[in-house]
Structure formats: C-alpha cells, structure tokens
C-alpha cells in the first residue's frame, strides 16, 4: 500500500516533469528578447522572422488533421443522448 505523503510526492514529481517538457516547447529570439512556440508560428520569432534554433517541430496529430477541441464537446453530447435515448427506450419497454 502506498502511503499518502508517497502518492503526493509521486504526483508532484510529474507536474514538475510536465512543466519542464514545456518549456522545452518555447524558443527564445535574442533580437527581441521574446519567447514563443515554434509549433505555431511555421518555426520562425513572430516578430522579426528569424528562424528558430530549434526548427520547426510538426504540429500535433488533431491539428494536422484540422480538429478543433469544439468537436470533443459535440461527440460527447451526441454520446450523451444515444444514452438517454436508450435508457429511455429500456425504461419504456420494461413497462
């Protein structure tokens, strides 16, 4: 059995893992001394167009497919209702 002060440090170690990775997804332009993400800006400062040290890193598998996070919402009402109608067809037949 894992004691509490292990399960919280457990879980405190992996935020600090996940805050580094993401900073590691930043570059820093030194012309202007301003930080961004190259996955978003085509690997180049949005300021002054340098290209970034680290290149540019190809965008997450939803993005490239065009998938917004919107649609995540839309599937989980449309799972929703599938299951009250069932519930409600199993309920009504039951009598």
């Known amino acids: 059995m894992i004691s509490a002060s292990r399960f919280v ?20 332009c030194p012309n202007d001394r301003f930080w961004f993400r190259p996955v978003y800006t085509e690997g180049k400062c949005p300021l002054c167009g340098e290209v970034a040290p680290t ?4 965008l997450p598998l939803l993005q490239r497919l065009g998938i917004d996070r919107s649609w995540y919402g839309v599937g989980a009402l449309a ?11 199993v309920m009504y037949f039951r009598g």
């Not at 799972?79 to 067809?89: H, K, N, Q, T």
């Open 9 to 28: 440090n457990g879980i405190g170690d992996r935020l600090q893992a996940r805050r580094q990775e993401r900073g590691s997804e930043y570059a820093f």
């Open 55 to 58: 290149g540019v890193r190809p």
């Open 79 to 89: 799972l929703e209702s599938l299951g009250m109608l069932a519930l409600v067809l």
